[in-house]
């Protein structure tokens, strides 16, 4: 089992930078795929990216694809998301999940583990 828990959320204008950090519970931080989502007011949550267990490989929505790095840090047991050139559109809360084993799942509805969220709001 895991605890996450979210952080590096704020207020940035439009065109600024923001890194989320998911601090993780637990020494099995590493047998765990993770996943970043967000979820806007009036909105369905919707996924961001996510990373192999490894953090050998990554993926992105369209929506972040050249403007968010997801990353992984094992050995402290955390998860990053460096989010560059943001846009009033990235205003959400942003969610961390996490997932036994070295494929992030193909839905969000398949992760087991969930932070409790870090709003990010952008201004125009």
């Known amino acids: 089992q895991v605890q996450l828990v979210e952080s590096g959320g704020g207020l940035v204008q439009a065109g600024g930078s923001l890194r989320l950090s998911c601090a993780a519970s637990?020494?099995?931080?590493?047998?765990?795929?993770m996943g970043w989502f967000r979820q806007a007011p009036g909105k369905e949550r919707e996924f961001v990216a996510d990373?192999?267990?490894?953090?050998?490989?990554?993926y992105y929505a369209d929506s972040v694809k050249g403007r968010f790095t997801i990353s992984r840090d094992n050995a402290k047991n955390t998860l990053y998301l460096q989010m560059n050139s943001l846009k009033p559109e990235d205003t959400a809360v942003y969610y961390c999940?996490?997932?036994?084993?070295?494929?992030?799942?193909?839905?969000?509805?398949?992760?087991?583990?969930w932070g409790q969220g870090t709003q990010v709001t952008v201004s125009s």
């Open positions: 637990g020494r099995t931080f590493g047998r765990y795929s």
């Open positions: 990373i192999t267990w490894s953090g050998g490989s990554t």
């Open positions: 999940a996490a997932e036994p084993g070295p494929i992030p799942p193909s839905s969000g509805y398949e992760y087991d583990y």
